[in-house]
């Protein structure tokens, strides 16, 4: 056998060799993705979340694509946790996350072309019910522990449920030619405004749950923030399509829900896009994104002229403004189709954090 064992030796020692090369591909594969996951753009969570103080920021995704997601930043360390939903429930969002809600210890998350609305623990994530069976929900307004309303893109009506069971007890008809989008109250009444395609704020009794009126304000009304005094102003985008007149240009405008009346209107210029309406937290000072982020008291009698914070090269998307501190949030859509960035402002306007989160961040809700 001693004449054969040089030949056999040599045949095994280059398996071994084989098995050493694979083995060391293997691992340096292994290393590079380590490597290329910690220097991924969007940091993912698990299972250690931590939800009890900051921001939660819903990511629209892209229409048809159902890759809507939850995120959620905390401004004292600084971190970001993203896709929460999944992390935690094993299961995507769904189609296009329109908005979110808070009540107790649940928190909405709103998902429009899903026609559907998912009721998460606030502070892991986990899923609690889900509100189905809607056509195109679009805000949630918390009436009373009992009552909420949803509002709808496309049914002619706000669909009623109960915040605590998630069972739908009723709706609120409108006329045929009326939809609704972002709501808010003030005494017993909820004001809706009536955007796509129109010019209406519609009045909802709490009491009755009725249609009880409807005054005409400047086209296509979407976003509704109450100032100080009661008053509510509205910011409607006009026609995105074509200014045929003043009348359909973009406007912001202060209401009187006291007497149901129309204020004042502040027009804005020709080849204005203003959206993203807030207030901040002493309710004085109205933030808007309109070739970057304007600024404007409730007292002021014109329109800024200038940018608060300018645009550069971003492409503002969404804005959020704390109501304990005052810190303006803003969201970078980029080119609508990638991760997008956040930029956190101190409210004199000087940039003090940026982070990524998901596609096209479409609503705040500070804790």
């Known amino acids: 056998m001693a004449p054969h064992a040089g030949p056999v030796l040599y045949f095994f020692n280059w398996i071994e060799l084989q098995k050493m090369i694979r083995k060391t591909i293997h691992i340096i594969f292994l290393t590079l993705l380590v490597w290329s996951c910690t220097d991924e753009p969007v940091q993912t969570v698990f299972f250690h979340l931590n939800t009890q103080k900051g921001v939660f920021i819903a990511c629209e995704g892209n229409f048809m694509y159902g890759n809507a997601s939850l995120s959620f930043y905390n401004p004292e360390n600084k971190t970001v946790q993203n896709q929460l939903f999944y992390a935690r429930n094993n299961a995507p969002l769904g189609d296009v996350a329109q908005s979110l809600a808070l009540y107790k210890n649940t928190l909405f998350v709103v998902v429009n072309n899903s026609g559907k609305i998912y009721a998460i623990d606030p502070e892991t994530a986990e899923f609690k019910g889900v509100i189905s069976g809607l056509t195109s929900p679009r805000h949630i307004h918390v009436v009373s522990d009992n009552k909420a309303y949803i509002s709808d893109l496309y049914a002619h009506h706000i669909t009623i449920f109960n915040p605590v069971t998630y069972e739908i007890t009723g709706q609120i008809n409108l006329p045929e030619n009326r939809t609704s989008e972002q709501m808010v109250q003030v005494g017993k009444y909820v004001f809706v405004s009536s955007w796509s395609y129109d010019e209406y704020l519609l009045v909802i009794d709490t009491e009755t749950d009725k249609m009880i009126g409807e005054m005409k304000v400047p086209y296509q009304p979407k976003n509704l923030v109450v100032d100080e005094n009661q008053?509510?102003?509205?910011?409607?985008?006009?026609?995105?399509?074509?200014?045929?007149?003043?009348?359909?240009?973009?406007?912001?405008?202060?209401?009187?829900?006291?007497?149901?009346?129309?204020?004042?209107?502040?027009?804005?210029?020709?080849?204005?896009?203003?959206?993203?309406?807030?207030?901040?937290?002493?309710?004085?000072t109205i933030y808007f994104i309109n070739k970057g982020i304007r600024k404007m008291g409730i007292g002021q009698k014109s329109l800024p002229d200038s940018s608060f914070i300018p645009t550069e090269n971003k492409l503002f998307y969404s804005l959020g403004v704390d109501p304990e501190n005052n810190e303006i949030y803003i969201s970078d859509a980029i080119d609508y189709t990638q991760n997008a960035i956040i930029y956190r402002y101190s409210q004199q306007g000087i940039l003090t954090d940026s982070f990524l989160v998901d596609i096209n961040p479409s609503d705040f809700l500070f804790r």
């Open 231 to 284: 008053k509510i102003w509205i910011l409607s985008q006009g026609d995105a399509e074509g200014v045929t007149s003043e009348l359909q240009q973009p406007a912001l405008t202060r209401f009187d829900p006291q007497t149901f009346t129309v204020e004042q209107i502040y027009r804005f210029a020709e080849g204005s896009q203003p959206s993203g309406l807030e207030m901040n937290a002493t309710q004085d």
